[in-house]
């Protein structure tokens, strides 16, 4: 990914920001979140090295190098999100579709709901699953369920994708 902005940096000759923008949304960011509802990097390293593409290419974007100016205002006027939270609501928008039947990826049978629900907890809520080790603690189904549970219970029920995925990207709690 940072290949490919270094790439559009050097051929992309125009100062329009909507063009440049057009150009990292369609050939840098899918490489950023390829595979991202299943593979999410947990290390703080792994984070921070995709977070500094966008960021150079938010700069890059709206023409601003200058090192006096800070990058959270620029992303924040392009209208960005962090990686790291696009990341979540691709892992959520997954499960969703999983629960609901709308792929076709069976729900495997360790996943189960809780014995008893807490006042704290949605209908919809699953059984954290006990994980011995980090390359199991972060991966899919774990690290999921863990955001999964935390939904409020009206995104968590909500009746399609398009109005719990509105539900999941307006949430800013996370």
Request: proline content about 8%.
């Amino acid at each position: 990914a940072s290949q490919t902005l270094t790439f559009i940096e050097r051929n992309i000759p125009t100062k329009q920001q909507n063009i440049r923008e057009f150009a990292y949304k369609t050939l840098v960011r899918p490489q950023l979140e390829y595979c991202s509802s299943v593979w999410s990097p947990h290390t703080q390293h792994n984070k921070h090295k995709l977070e500094m593409v966008q960021r150079r290419a938010a700069r890059w974007v709206t023409s601003d190098f200058s090192s006096y100016t800070r990058v959270t205002p620029i992303l924040g006027q392009l209208g960005w999100r962090s990686l790291e939270l696009r990341r979540c609501d691709a892992k959520l928008l997954t499960f969703y579709k999983i629960i609901h039947g709308l792929v076709a990826v069976p729900m495997p049978p360790y996943i189960i709901a809780p014995s008893r629900l807490s006042r704290h907890m949605h209908p919809l809520s699953f059984r954290q699953i006990p994980t011995p080790c980090n390359y199991y603690k972060f991966s899919f189904y774990p690290s999921t369920i863990i955001l999964w549970n935390t939904l409020p219970s009206g995104i968590a029920q909500a009746p399609t994708l398009a109005q719990f995925r509105e539900g999941v990207t307006k949430l800013c709690h996370r």
